[in-house]
């Protein structure tokens, strides 16, 4: 583990333990155990799935199990359960938040859409069941442009809440939206000059960016993408090595699934621009606060459970179905 880091992993020999009754009462229980690319190596390397937004909604919509355990953040283990309003739904630890949903309290949301009776609200899926339900349609780093593309002609696009992907977005569609003002804490730690840096440092790696970063870094991308995409384009690059802008957790799949390729993980910085002690990498704080142990006893206790009010499910699943619909649309057919 370098320096910093926070997380502490298990000793070995208990992290197996750990794995194996996990996976028995996984099978007892008939669960599937859906992980985002940002959890801790020992989850994913129990999950069922690992994946994107994108893709672990897609697995959401088409399972066939009686319980959901998501091993993600509060809204990713949400738009499972509006997808499956009769499963249960688990979460580890129920306050794996996200700074991008905290940023647009639906109360805040429906007085903006009044403002304009002809607003399209197209919801990042980083956001609360509740903004869920006041969106038109949702969309992932996966599919923010096709979903953009596809969005009525006559509307004004109201895009919430994370305004560096909308505004990604609009340099990709040349649509004009109105942006909320949110951003993801951990994404926006990334500085063009340290990315200048690694570049001379490492002049034949290949520079990957998530859209959730400053416009400052996304100039500096060679390819800026979904984590899913990010996977991807390492595994069919002809490139050696490769610079990662996004959160750590990534780099378990790509060294996994890409194993004589080299990723660098992109240094952040504090407040003040001074390189933080000892780790650099930037983590999210949320998706780390799961934990194999924690992930034992929520299939133990069949707690924390997801609950919504069923006029919020109801709303919710709108948007979502949406959103799931149009992504399999064929591209180019908008
Ligand atoms: P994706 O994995 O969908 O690219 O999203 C990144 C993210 O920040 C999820 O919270
Ligand atoms: Fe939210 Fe950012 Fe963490 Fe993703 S990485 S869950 S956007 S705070």
Redesign the pocket.
């Known amino acids: 583990m370098a320096p910093g880091s926070l997380r502490r992993p298990l000793p070995p020999a208990q992290a197996e333990a750990l794995s194996r009754e996990i996976l028995a009462l996984k099978r007892k229980l008939n669960a599937v155990l859906l992980a985002h690319n ?1 959890q801790v190596p020992e989850i994913q390397d129990v999950a069922d799935f690992v994946g994107d937004s994108l893709g672990l909604s897609q697995q959401a919509a088409k399972t066939s199990a009686d319980v959901i355990v998501f091993c993600g ?1 509060h809204f990713m283990a949400e738009t499972a359960k509006i997808l499956n309003p009769n499963k249960r739904v688990l979460l580890p630890d129920k306050d794996a938040g ?3 949903e905290e940023s647009c309290p639906a109360d805040q949301l429906r007085a903006f859409q009044a403002t304009n009776p002809n607003f399209h609200t197209i919801a990042y899926i ?1 956001c609360s069941a509740e903004v869920k339900a006041l969106s038109d349609v949702i969309c992932t780093s996966g599919n923010a442009e096709k979903i953009v593309r596809a969005a009525p002609a006559d509307r004004d696009l109201l895009f919430v809440p994370d305004e560096n992907l909308g505004a990604w977005v609009m340099e990709q569609t040349g649509r004009p939206m109105t942006l909320w003002r949110g951003n ?4 926006v730690e990334f500085r063009r000059d340290s990315l200048l840096r690694l570049r001379e440092q490492f002049p034949d790696a290949k520079v990957v960016v998530h859209p ?1 970063s400053l416009r400052e870094v996304r100039e500096l991308a060679d390819a800026i993408c979904s984590t899913e995409k990010m996977i991807a384009y390492c595994k069919a690059s002809p490139a050696r090595r490769f610079v990662v802008v996004t ?1 750590s957790g990534i780099i378990h799949r790509m060294q996994k699934e890409c194993p004589d390729k080299e990723f660098i993980c992109a240094p952040v910085f504090d407040a003040l621009r001074v390189p933080t002690d000892g780790c650099r990498c930037s983590e ?1 704080k ?2 780390k606060m799961n934990t194999l142990e924690k992930l034992r006893a929520c299939l133990a206790d069949l707690r924390p459970q997801i609950m919504l009010r069923p006029e919020i499910l109801a709303r919710a699943r709108q948007p979502i179905e949406r959103m799931l619909e149009i992504s399999a649309r064929p591209e180019g057919n908008t």
Do not use: Q
Request: proline share 0%; glycine share 0%; net charge negative.
């Open positions: 940002y953040v996200c700074s991008l980083n993801c804490y951990a994404h959730e959160e999210c949320f998706m």
